[in-house]
């Protein structure tokens, strides 16, 4: 459990949990290297890729059975893969705060399933999970496209297909780490009498992180599209920012 509690906060106070983009020095490693570079950037995307992570884990929060943690997981990949290759091959992008927005109110979603509210809160029934996992796995590869899209993949129709299933294959092995990992974790803590006592409370903090992933994105995108609207442009806003941080270092060294 404090595994589980551990990533959840971390998801919550770190102070640059929604600017997991590509970084230069992964450009760079792109344009000077293969295919291979390509497959270890999926992986370590995905091993950093905290929505992605906090949506996996609420999908097999519950599950028991290796068959049952076999045919969701799938069926995730499944969609992720899809919308991963074929927007990115095609070129369909959109505003990845916004990707990134949807994909926190995924979680949201998982975990407020998991805790029963669609039957107690709102006196339905649950959606049927296999159609929303796959739909949310769509959602989740568009956001994986937005990223790989930054990255140079070729002129060549051949190498820039090549290049986006090597970097699919990361991720999926990333993937794989992860989960395992997890269900050690869930494993290990369900033959604990604390697992029934705070499942429940685990899932409202995956809630509560995910929702303030969704502000994070939210502000994120209104200064993508308004940056007039706030008085000063990106440039200044980033500068506002770095004063911030360079603030808050000084004043953890009083």
């Not at 943690?69 to 705060?97: D, E, Q, R």
């Amino acid at each position: 459990m404090k595994a589980i509690v551990f990533l959840l906060l971390s998801v919550i106070f770190n102070g640059t949990i929604y600017a997991h983009g590509i970084s230069e020095a992964d450009i760079q490693a792109m344009i000077d290297g293969g295919n291979m570079h390509y497959l270890w950037l999926g992986a370590t995307h995905m091993l950093t890729g905290y929505d992605h992570l906090l949506f996996l884990l609420g999908v097999v929060f519950f599950l028991t059975t290796a068959r049952d943690i076999i045919k969701f997981v799938t069926i995730f990949t499944i969609g992720h893969s899809i919308t991963l290759i074929f927007a990115t091959f095609m070129g369909i992008n959109a505003n990845y705060y916004l990707v990134d927005a949807v994909i926190a109110i995924s979680v949201i979603y998982k975990a407020f399933d998991n805790n029963g509210y669609f039957e107690s809160y709102l006196g339905v029934k649950s959606p049927n999970l296999m159609l929303m996992v796959f739909t949310f796995g769509l959602i989740h590869g568009f956001g994986l496209s937005t990223r790989l899209q930054q990255l140079p993949l070729g002129e060549q129709d051949m190498d820039m297909l090549l290049r986006i299933i090597s970097f699919n294959v990361g991720v999926e092995f990333g993937q794989i780490a992860a989960l395992i990992m997890m269900l050690i974790v869930l494993t290990w803590w369900r033959k604990s009498l604390s697992f029934d006592k705070f499942s429940r409370i685990t899932n409202h903090a995956l809630m509560f992180a995910d929702f303030m992933l969704l502000l994070m994105q939210l502000h994120g995108y209104t200064h993508t599209v308004n940056e007039e609207d706030f008085g000063f442009n990106r440039d200044a806003h980033e500068h506002v920012h770095e004063h911030m941080q360079k603030s808050s270092y000084k004043h953890d060294e009083l």
